[in-house]
């Protein structure tokens, strides 16, 4: 089982809105990420939690907060984004040891209005 | 030099062909090569990976052909469905910081009954 559970799968928000996207996997990984899609475009990784610490942050504006309570979730708080976040919000997480690969979810759609 | 470049952009490929996709690295020390392939409106799904110790890796109708001399790598699609159709990017990471995903600008693949 490789699965990896997003929710909402849809928001909306206003710009002085305060919002949060989940994630969770059971799989015992212990790597987890955030990655930002714009359409037609590859994902571009904003955060990765290593064993829950913050291990990479990719130089992303502070109106994005991520959150890892425990080794199972990661949340991605929001507030006072601009229209140009709308995007895909991806979720991912990898298996440990020697192995990369890197298991995505299905996404956040967010538009910022 | 952490430049995955991908071609073509897009691609048209009747039923039953065969789709050709390719990329080029200038990281020697990546050593895990995966494809994702990301329907409309879904996360990228891992497809098949390869690493630098093989040639080539086939899975069903999936083959990575990899070229390390010439730091290439490419997917061909046998038998292309219309079921195939969907945006696929290749990626690139490094084992020593397997959290970093370098991926491919992507290309949209068509496969026309």
């Known amino acids: 089982d490789t699965e990896v559970t997003q929710t909402p799968k849809h928001l909306v928000m206003g710009m002085t809105n305060k919002k949060s996207l989940k994630c969770e996997q059971h799989?015992?990984?212990?790597?987890m990420y955030w990655y930002k899609q714009k359409a037609k475009k590859p994902p571009e990784l904003m955060f990765v939690?290593?064993?829950?610490?913050?291990?990479i942050n990719e130089s992303v504006p502070s109106r994005f907060s991520p959150e890892c309570p425990n080794s199972s979730l990661l949340n991605l708080h929001l507030h006072a984004l601009q229209p140009e976040d709308s995007a895909l919000y991806l979720c991912?997480?990898?298996?440990?040891?020697?192995?990369?690969?890197?298991?995505f979810g299905e996404g956040s759609w967010l538009t910022v209005v | 030099q952490q430049q995955v470049k991908q071609s073509p952009q897009s691609l048209i490929v009747q039923k039953g062909g065969i789709s050709i996709i390719n990329c080029a690295y200038e990281?020697?020390?990546?050593?895990?090569f995966p494809w994702y392939q990301q329907f409309p409106g879904k996360g990228p799904a891992l497809l098949i990976a390869?690493?630098?110790?093989?040639s080539e890796k086939k899975e069903g109708r999936f083959t990575i052909s990899f070229n390390k001399s010439a730091k290439q790598f490419s997917l061909h699609i046998m038998d292309s469905q219309p079921g195939d159709s969907a945006t696929y990017f290749c990626?690139?990471?490094?084992?020593?910081?397997?959290?970093?995903?370098?991926f491919g600008t992507g290309t949209r693949l068509a496969v026309r009954p």
């Open positions: 991912a997480s990898r298996t440990g040891g020697s192995g990369n690969t890197i298991y």
């Open positions: 799989m015992g990984h212990r790597a």
């Open positions: 939690y290593s064993y829950e610490k913050l291990s």
């Open positions: 990281n020697t020390a990546f050593d895990y």
């Open positions: 390869i690493r630098p110790d093989v």
């Open positions: 990626a690139a990471s490094k084992q020593s910081s397997g959290d970093k995903l370098t």
